[in-house]
């Protein structure tokens, strides 16, 4: 007979299938290196490329370490189980922001790279729906500091 708990680390969701959280897990892991080697990185070492894009936003160095930072950030969170639906959707407002900015700063330009990774966030957000409600789940259990006694 067939075991009816899981670990959300080493089983599929009870909402998917296993093909479907082994091609999310993938994907993931392509975003998370995206994110984390292709944009975040060039901007928390100031590489040439970010600082004059950011130059040209107007919000200067400290947006670009900021952005770089929330990138690297949202990466990491996203190979972590508990933590990659909610680091999609956050990683999902950062990329409305970039297309806005591809817009309005940009001419839109290369408007559609956002929209590309929005929409791939938004399938990575959507399967792991269940893990994003565990965690607001456990965050909505824990006792805060001043209620102890």
């Given amino acids: 007979m067939p075991a009816t708990t899981t670990s959300a680390t080493t089983a599929a969701s ?3 299938g296993r093909r479907t959280d082994i091609a999310v897990r993938v994907l993931q892991i392509v975003l998370a290196l995206f994110f984390a080697i292709a944009s975040a990185a060039p901007k928390l070492v100031a590489h040439a490329s970010a ?4 130059d040209k936003i107007g919000y200067g160095d400290w947006y670009m ?4 930072g929330l990138e690297l950030a949202g990466a990491v969170a996203l190979v972590i189980p508990l ?3 909610a680091s ?5 407002g950062l990329m409305i922001g970039a297309f806005v900015t591809q817009i309005t700063v940009f001419d839109g330009q290369y408007a559609i790279t956002p929209v590309i990774f929005f929409v791939l966030l938004a399938i990575v957000a959507y399967v792991r729906r269940d893990r994003t409600a565990r965690l607001v789940a456990t965050v909505l259990r824990r006792p805060s500091a001043g209620t102890r006694g």
């Fill in 88 to 92: 999609a959707i956050a990683l999902m």
């Fill in 83 to 85: 933590l990659s639906g």
């Fill in 51 to 54: 600082t004059e894009t950011f």
């Fill in 65 to 68: 370490y900021l952005v770089g």
């Fill in 14 to 16: 009870p909402t998917t």
